[in-house]
């Protein structure tokens, strides 16, 4: 293998595989990236045996090839270089870096043995979606998810493409956060259901490496997910399991009605947690006599606070206490000056959502006494 | 107590004594910063025992008082509040804090339990410097003082006024720090000399919180330090012991002269350190004939690495091993497009100037095989 290739590319590409460099002691060639020329297109990729990213770089084949270096060394030297334009050759197991005033030899590995990165062969069945849509959709509720041994099934996002919908939904049973794109942000060619679960971390990693214009094709197998741009392939196993049926826990008698600016509650819930170290619970004092609402919390080794806020309301008063984090994790995934929460008393629970929109809905279970 | 102060002076007088707020288990009241108000005059002090600070916060008093609150608490809520106006008032032990739509109550304890601040009265003898020269005195050596149990003379800032001059010295004995301010940048009234020690934390304390525009008044009793300006008095404990005799060290037989660009020469140590993780050893290979330095490093596991640099080179050709960091820490302080490295072989101390300047010398030791 000899390619050329700007500094900026490399480094480009370098920062999208990064994250799924493994730090395996077992198995030492996954702290490893693969650098590949094939057909005088060149990529690097790595992989944890769980997911994989494959980045093209921009640059000049002079010959076809590959090896695998180590990530951590490679990386280092690469954003180090100050020269713009850099050659790259592999000699035996060793790869050869060059610039006008610099060489270096980083000792690598036989590029036989890395780990065989599994690819969907079978493209006929896809959903084609613009990048900053599929990054709305995680974004919107990966907060919610949380990784948990004892039930898989929640350890990731769902995307369900319904009809005409999709729909992007996360819990870890305390909360649950579900974003729906509708049909003209997507187009979907899938004959059968599509609905899978993948895994937190690579759809984080999504997230990163997608660009917001480009086009993203995704692809499923049933045991395996592909996300597919010009530019970048990301490969990771599906969760195998059901997620929860959530539809029966959708709010749907609203007994307390509130509009609220969502700046000012989120502010208050930053200044009044400083007393909720402990579990952090901050108790909303709904008062609808005085159009207001009280965050109040209290610890009996600091002291206490409470904050009021303006709001509107409808239905009757009620005190209910929360996990301040949940309610502000729902609360950032809103881009409006008001929010609307619906309570059903103080034990039932709770939704955070867009005024007048039903795309987003946030569900946040009160803490019980 | 009672005052009225705005949000932001409160912030950045917190700011000032933060770092001096005790981590002691024992002593929980080294947690506590204690408010003050006296003769209408508001300030806040810290200490952990060994270094207080003091500073003043501008704002109303409406009654005279103190009072002692956990720092982490009342920093995290005066941080997070939104109003610009806070009034704070002591009840008891505890503080009320109150804006127009947030009100707190932290514990705090009883102020008689807060440490005496030890404080310089004798204030007839004393140096006044400028905030920016005492503050690059200061930065200029400290990178290389290091707390060392078994040297305490070492784990400080030498301040020595020598006749017209002040010097800052600092070493860990491996390289040393020297910098040196002429009579036009500071006055001086102490008729006998003045030769102190400061321990490297209150040091560090002293930049952060001293402001460029300042004049700052320094005073010593032999076992204590303060400086003063209008707003801030940092008292600390001085070292005990004789700083090493460092003029000895300083090369007087180079036998290379090197100029070189400042800025080439870090970014090419950046580089090439990345091969030398074990004992931080890059090789210089001064090459006269070919008007370059050679920065050199390898690692059995990773592999070898060489960056070429053009430089003037008067003298001998030598190969001379350094600690990059140390090399890198005496290169940062020089604000001048090349520097001059004289070397005296590879086995004694090498120096590193400023061009036509010998107001900053910086010593450091070859890596003797």
Do not use: C
């Not at 980083?106 to 043995?113: K, L, T």
């Not at 009809?163 to 060619?189: C, H, M, P, Q």
Request: charged residues 25%; negative net charge; proline residues 4%.
């Amino acid at each position: 293998m000899k390619i050329t290739v700007l500094k900026n590319n490399l480094k480009n590409s370098l920062d999208a595989v990064s994250r799924i460099v493994g730090e395996n002691n077992n198995l030492p060639i996954l702290k490893n990236v693969l650098i590949k020329s094939e057909s005088g297109k060149i990529n690097i990729s790595s992989t944890d045996l769980e997911t994989a990213i494959i980045k093209k770089v921009a640059g000049k084949s002079v010959e076809d090839g590959q090896i695998t270096v180590p990530f951590s060394i490679f990386n280092n030297v690469i954003n180090n270089i100050q020269s713009e334009r850099i050659d790259l050759e592999a000699k035996k197991n060793n790869i050869l870096i060059k610039t006008d005033s610099y060489e270096a030899k980083i000792q690598g590995m036989d590029s036989e043995d890395f780990p065989i990165i599994p690819k969907i062969e079978e493209k006929n069945e896809f959903f084609e979606i613009k990048g900053e849509n599929l990054k709305d959709g995680i974004v919107s509720v990966m907060s919610a998810a949380q990784i948990s041994e004892l039930r898989p099934e929640i350890s990731g996002v769902l995307i369900d493409i319904d009809g005409e919908n999709i729909k992007f939904v996360a819990t870890d049973s305390f909360r649950l956060a579900e974003k729906t794109l509708y049909g003209s942000e997507f187009t979907n060619n899938f004959e059968r259901g599509f609905k899978i679960i993948i895994p937190l971390r690579p759809a984080q990693e999504l997230v990163r490496v997608i660009d917001d214009k480009e086009n993203v094709r995704i692809y499923s197998d049933g045991s395996q997910f592909m996300a597919e741009t010009d530019d970048t392939i990301l490969v990771t196993r599906l969760i195998d399991g059901n997620f929860p049926d959530y539809t029966q826990i959708i709010p749907k008698n609203i007994s307390t009605d509130i509009e609220v600016s969502r700046s000012e509650l989120m502010g208050a819930l930053k200044l009044v947690s400083s007393f909720s170290s402990k579990n952090n619970e901050v108790i909303f004092k709904i008062i609808p006599d005085k159009k207001m609402i009280e965050v109040y919390s209290a610890d009996s080794s600091l002291g206490e606070n409470k904050y009021l806020i303006p709001a509107k309301i409808s239905g009757e008063g009620v005190n209910v206490s929360f996990n301040w984090r949940f309610v502000s994790d729902g609360l950032k995934n809103i881009d409006s000056e008001t929010v609307n929460i619906g309570l059903q008393g103080d034990v039932k629970p709770s939704v955070i959502k867009w005024p007048q929109d039903n795309s987003y809905i946030y569900i946040v279970m009160p803490i019980k006494d």
